[in-house]
């Protein structure tokens, strides 16, 4: 390659080799290779190919691929994998036809991604971390719960921090060889989730205490606001803060032609974890211990109009609402008021009256 040229370069990344599609400005392939997927393999790659605009798929090793083309001063995109559904629905699909679709596409058709920080990162890690151990516990406490019940009985409700130590004696006798050693494991994933929460708490308070201002929403505890700001990072990439519903995937999706537009599920693009804590918040807020406030009121609205989803479009609705109003009070650092559209439609008919 020579020094003077302008190089477009597609990079479909795999877990072991890497496809590398290298276009001249004239959009012909001048080189096609295959290295693999270290650092040091791209820096020895990359390292004296002069400056020039590389695209890549994310992935698993989006993140260190792209810092390491960066450091060496290439322009890096990372591109959308929900968006590219030329590569997708390619019926001759291979590694090699899609690093040359990416060096090929233009930049606004990748739909560009941005990584967060090191240590963004390594703080939602302890988010996942504690995510992962929830699940299992589930899975855990279900297996006991219905192994039990195929017998006939049935164990007491409650709580899943109590579980282990509530449900032993009323096990049937020939299942405590199977399900005591299963209890086990749950008592210790109760501890090792409470000390995730306690780090949590730590993390709000001292790195990220825009947190507080979240958590006045009834509803939004640490996990989920430091979820909230740590999937955004940056709430100023946002137009309005409108735009957080659809990026969340939490608006319904469109298959509009013509006189033809039904009514569709939501779409669930965007960062599923949160997705799920928004609408676990919204469950709350409409629930028997949730406070009174706008957005409650909003959604019971909704939930009355009758329909057997009629309920679900409240949550999601609400939880869409939520997202709005979780980064307006970041980006703005307004305090939280429970009534604030109630209280402006009331002076608004004072002072028409």
Request: aromatic content about 6%; overall charge positive.
């Amino acid at each position: 390659m020579s020094n003077n040229s302008i190089f477009f370069i597609g990079i479909d990344l795999g877990d072991k080799n890497s496809v590398v599609i290298v276009l001249d400005q004239d959009g012909e392939v001048i080189e096609e290779s295959r290295i693999t997927s270290t650092k040091n393999s791209f820096n020895r790659k990359f390292k004296d190919v002069p400056s020039c605009r590389i695209a890549m798929e994310v992935g698993v090793h989006s993140r260190w691929a792209s810092q390491t083309l960066k450091d060496l001063g290439h322009e890096v995109i990372v591109a959308d994998a929900r968006k590219l559904r030329l590569i997708y629905k390619n019926p001759r699909k291979d590694d090699r036809v899609d690093a040359e679709y990416l060096a090929r596409l233009d930049p606004k058709l990748l739909s560009p991604i941005f990584h967060r920080s090191q240590e963004a990162q390594a703080h939602l890690a302890v988010l996942r971390s504690r995510n992962i151990l929830v699940r299992t516990r589930t899975m855990l406490i279900n297996h006991v719960r219905s192994t039990v019940k195929s017998t006939g009985a049935r164990l007491p409700s409650c709580s899943t921090t109590s579980f282990h130590k509530q449900v032993p004696e009323f096990i049937p006798q020939d299942l405590l060889p199977a399900l005591t050693p299963v209890l086990d494991p749950i008592a210790t994933l109760t501890q090792q989730i409470f000390a995730y929460d306690y780090q949590i708490e730590k993390l709000c308070q001292v790195h990220y205490p825009e947190t507080k201002l979240l958590q006045k929403v009834s509803g939004v505890g640490h996990l989920t606001s430091l979820a909230f700001v740590l999937t955004l990072e940056d709430p100023r990439r946002f137009r309005k803060s409108r735009e957080v519903g659809p990026c969340l995937g939490l608006v319904p999706r469109q298959d509009q032609s013509g006189e033809h537009d039904p009514q569709l599920h939501i779409t669930r693009t965007g960062n599923g974890y949160l997705h799920r804590l928004l609408v676990h918040s919204a469950h709350y807020i409409l629930g028997p211990f949730g406070e009174d406030s706008d957005l409650r009121r909003w959604g019971l609205k909704i939930a009355e109009r009758g329909g057997k989803n009629a309920k679900k479009r409240a949550v999601v609705g609400l939880a869409r609402k939520l997202a709005v109003l979780l980064h307006r009070l970041w980006i703005t650092g307004e305090i939280y008021e429970p009534f604030y559209t109630s209280r402006n439609a009331v002076a608004v008919e004072s002072v028409g009256s």
